[in-house]
Structures are given as C-alpha cells and as structure tokens.
C-alpha cells in the first residue's frame, strides 16, 4: 500500500502475546486512518458498555497515511478508547515524532488488548516486538521514565531515534483526567491515560528503519513544494517560533472569551501581551515535531524560588484554565502546575477545570475547608499547585478532584457547577463568546472539546441562524483531517485559507486510493456518525447534548461578550436536521445508507 | 571541495530535509534513516557519503524553512 503501510500490531496483554494483521484496504479507505480507523475497529471489536478501565476496552495508537508521509503538519497520530471520564468515545490527538516512527517501523495501528498481571512496556524495534517488564518504572514520571528507557537502550544514536509514549504516577492511579506523553507532547483529554494504566501499561517505545511510500511522488513533492511557498510567506513562520499559542491568551481575552473563575466571567484584568512577558521571563527554548517548521512548542523554566523548575509549556488552553479559570494570575504558579501535570501524566485542561470547580463549590459554601485542608478561594495559587499535585497521585483531596470536575460537583450536590460537557471539563475558550463553538461543545462526540470545529473570531459569533450547518461541515473536515494524520495548527486555523484544496490532494498523492474534496468530507461525516452510534450504543442520549444552565441562562456579567449566553435551543434542531438525525439526535436509516453504515446502525 | 552545512542554531530538527532526500534518492519512500543528511546527530558539518547536492541544487537546501542549510565550498 501506499501512504498507509498497511499492518496492525494487535498486542494481547493478557496473555503477553502478539500478532501482526494486515490492514483491509476498503476499510482504510472508508475511514483513512488516525481517528477514523481506530474508532471503526473500537466499534467492531469492544461492547459500547464495557467499563473503561476493564480488560475489555482496548486502547489503539493510530497513525494516518499522511503521518510520516512528510507532508509538513503529518505528525499527527490518535488514541483511542472508551473513556472513564465521559464513558463515551475518546480520541485523543498527538504530535512529536512517536507516530512517524512507528509506521517506519511498520505499522499503521498498534491495538493494545487485556490487562498484563504486573507491570510491563511494550518495545517496537522494526518486526522485534517484547514486552517488557516496568516494574522500574511504575511510580517514575513521565520524564523520568523516557529517559530511562532510553538509558537502557547501549547505541546512543538508537536512544535518540527511539520514541517513546508514557503514562505518569496518574495513569497509574487511574486518574480519570490522566494523559499520555511523549516528549512534552501529551494525548491530553478524555483520560486516556487512565485506560493505559488500568492496563498495566506503562509505555511503548518505538524505532522504525523502513519508509512511507508515497503513490504519486511527482505530484506529492510538487505540494509539498507549494505548501512550503506559502508557508514561507506567511506571517506565522515568523511568529509561531516566537511565540507558539501563548498569543490566543491576550486575543481570547481582548473577545472576552477567556475561561475565568470556573466560567463566571470571560475577562481577566492584565493578561494583554502575555505572551511577551511569558517569552521574556521563562523561555528556554522552541521545539517541533516531525516534518514541520512551526516550532510551536516552547521549553521554559520559572526562576521563583517557590514554584521553581524546568519543563514544557504550557499551552494557551493549559494557561487559561490553570490560570484564569481558577482566578490565578501568577505566571509562575501556572507554568509550575503546568509541569506537574505534564510530569504526573493529566490533563491540563481537566485539572485546572476540576481545581477551578472545587474554588467555586468553596467560595459557595458547598464544599468544607476541612475536606480540602485548604481555604480554597479563586487566586489561592499556592493550594492550586499543591492540589494539582495531590490531584495525580489521589493523595487526601486529590482522591476526590481525580474522579473530575463533574463527579466532584455531583458528590457535594451541585452538578451545576460543572463547566463541561458529557462529564468533560470546557477547554480554555468560554461558550457563551462564540455560539458556533457553544454548539460544537455540547455536540462533539468525545465532550466538550475546542478541537471539533472552528470559533471563528469574527461578527458571527453571536450569531445562531446558519451556525449548524457551518459546524457541521468543520466537523466532518476535521475528523478526516484527525484520521489523516495532518495537524491542525496548519490544516485547521482559520488563516490558512487554501487548507481544504490542499489536504485532500495530498491524501490523493500519498494514498492514490481516489480522494477527493468531496469524498473526504464525506468519509469524515460517515467516522462523526459511527462515534455517535457508538456513544448511542454506550447509552449516551440527546439529553447528553447540552451545557451548564449557567452558560444558557446566566448572562456574561462584564467583558466584550457581556450579556451573552448560549442560544444552544435555537441551533440544536437545526444542527439534528442538517445532519440528517431525527428530533433524538439518532441517525436517520436513509443517512445512515448514505454513509455505508447501514450494518452499524443495527441496534 | 563543496559542503552543506548546518546552523544548528537554526536548526529546529523538523527533518523536512531528511524527507526531501529520501524521497528523491529511495524510490519514492520517505525514510529518514535513508537520508543523505542526518539532523538529529551534530556534526560540525554535514559530510555525507553519496551526496552529489543533487547536482548543484540541494534539495534539502530548498526544503530548510529554518534557513539552517547552506552549500558551502573549500
């Protein structure tokens, strides 16, 4: 095959076992790869009720055919599960160079099954497949543990070459906001994390010295050539290295669309030109993933005596939710529980929504100090990032924060005060600023999530009449793109206008398996369908597809989205009917047919 | 005698132009390890064997979006 390399490594813990299958190649062309794949092989193999954390739910890596196709943004692999914190499908996105590298290795999909009695890594030399033992490394961090099996490894230039994706101390303790790592990178939502712990996983190490081969490699270098033109003209070459995403924190702010105080508010005094005083005072250094020039990820140190260290990050959504959303504008504190996360393996988005959700369940009266063992206001930096520590290893409180910010509501009484959806906690832009991303958040299939359509920051924000066909269609662009492999910091961000003549070519060039525009959002609307079939399945309804009372009746008090809520009733019908689902939220039989997912549809 | 050296400095190890060289010399496969250049192993410059600069115009050179490549001679 082409583009794809057209192999599965199913790898049975349990009994410590392995297999290599071939891919089907009319099903990779159905569901391209990445998202597509993985959820399609989820939806065949796993009963949509298993428990999450049981041997029967499986946890894949996938890649697709554009990932380590070198195509500059082709980094990009999935994981997939059923997630313990949504008990809905959960595809989680990762860059770096741990994709690329499995499929030089030779592999498109590793599907990791059962749960092995003691602790063990999964190792991937080309065709020399073990597993390990990791008792060693059960406890370690996820730094600690890349660099200790790189350690082991006697060639240093195999070390380096090798890539590795690890849970922390929070996986381990099945955190249900627990990610996986690799290299600063994380799998972060959805608590994937939490699946590969229960599984005894620890990691899997990867090094690949076969090729991706590209079916038109004329036509595929002639792209290639074109996108980096354009790249090299645009104004984020420049600025992406600078700066990464650290700008979307002073230009959500500007909107008033920045999560602050548990979603109370969408403004924060002080945070114009974050990025500058974020780039002045704790960057070290920019890096990147394979096949892209963007350097977008940034390696930083805080100097503060009291929250001093070294690490990655964090990210715009990782600051806003650590940050403001918890009432904190101490940089150092945030950047400092910003590493914690990364070195215990969870979420940013999910610990600073869950910690910003006890602040308001305290500062209400609903939650007792005494259970805490701090007084918990909105800005108390210092509880933040010692609850942030005690969040990854379920120490006193943390027990309680490590189910969720949606759990913890429901045990004190008040699920209303909950900021997410489908039990996921709100990524860093707050709803009521942007209908279309409002919609977005109660409709996505994994929970609430800013990566499954697009916020445009433009006059239509407040705007509901015509909002659900357009997130329709970023919705199904975007799942191809997720099942392709491709980033969507270049295929995605509204100021890459050609993005959507460019990644159908390209999967046309490497794959030579008939894609066009049309076919791929087409095949994006059947993978969007069959996750909702899926959650249907797991008992999820339409009554599943809504957002906090407070963010559709509580006007925004101040800002420039003030006195805004979510219009969710004047979108939510019309977002049913242009996707050709009944008053349910049920796919119809004829769109179901229309898709090929007739046989799926049988309940 | 021609060179293609890199600023590591400017570096940001995307591997782009590790992919252009598979590309054009490994029948049509991507495959770092196949390159002609190696990035991600500091040299002071980049002396590969079997590497003509594609003629005289390098392909990796072309791929740099860092500007971290250029052919140096002597």
Known sequence: MHGWIGKILRVDLTRGSYAIEDLDPSMAKSFIGGRGLASKLLFDEVDAKVDPLSPGNTLTFATGPLTGSGTIGGSRYM?????????????????????????????????????????????????????????????????E????????????RKAKETQIATIGPAGENLVRIACIMHAGHAAGRSGVGAVMGAKHLKAVAVRGTKGVAIADADSFKELLAT????????????????????????????????????????????????????????????????????????????????????????????????????????????????????????????AGGTIACAMELYERGLLPADDIGYQLNFGNEKAMVELVKRLGLRQGFGDILAEGAYRLAEKYGHPEFFMGAKKQEFPGFHPQGFQILALGYATSNRGACHLKNVAYYDETRFETAGQAAIAKTDQDYIAAIDSSGLCHAIYIRDFFPWREEIAPALLEAATGAGYGKESMLLTGERLWNLERLFNLKAGLTARDDTLPKRILEEPMP?????????????????????????????????????????????? | ???????????????????????????????PKKSRIAVLFRKPDIDIIGCDHCGDEPQCIKACLSEALALAVG
């Open chain 2, 1 to 31: 005698m021609a060179r293609i050296k890199i600023d590591h400095n400017k570096c940001c190890e995307c591997c782009l132009c590790e992919i252009v060289c598979s590309l054009q010399y490994n029948e049509n496969t991507v495959n």
């Open chain 1, 145 to 156: 543990t890349e660099d200790r099996i790189r350690s082991e490894i006697g060639d240093p």
């Open chain 1, 79 to 143: 994981i997939v599960t059923k997630s313990p914190l949504t008990m809905a499908i959960a595809c989680s996105n990762i860059g770096g160079y741990f994709g690329p590298e499995l499929k030089f290795a030779g592999y498109d999909i590793v599907i990791l099954e059962g749960r092995a009695p003691d602790p063990v890594y999964l190792s991937i030399e080309d065709d020399h497949v073990e597993i390990k033992p990791a008792e060693h490394l059960w406890g370690k961090t996820t730094v």
């Open chain 1, 558 to 603: 101040e800002g420039p989205s003030k006195g805004q809520v979510v219009r969710l009733g004047e979108m939510l019908p019309e977002y049913y009917e242009v996707r050709g689902w009944d008053e349910n939220g049920v796919p119809t039989a004829e769109k179901l047919a229309e898709l090929g997912l007739s046989q799926e549809g049988v309940r």
């Open chain 1, 227 to 350: 996108l980096s033109d354009k790249i090299r003209k645009s104004p984020a070459l420049e600025r992406r290295p600078l700066y990464g995403t650290w700008t979307g924190i002073s230009r959500a702010n500007k909107f008033g669309v920045l999560a602050t105080r548990n979603f109370q508010a969408g403004y924060l005094e002080g945070l114009d030109g974050t990025e500058k005083v974020l780039r002045e005072k704790f960057f070290v250094k920019s890096h990147t993933c394979f096949s892209c020039p963007f350097q977008e990820f940034k390696t930083t140190r805080v100097t503060d005596p009291e929250f001093q260290g070294e690490g990655e990050g964090p990210e715009w959504e990782s600051f806003g939710l650590l940050g403001p959303d918890c009432g904190i504008s101490n940089f150092a504190a945030i950047v400092k529980a910003n590493y914690l996360c990364n070195e215990l393996g969870m979420d940013t988005i999910s």
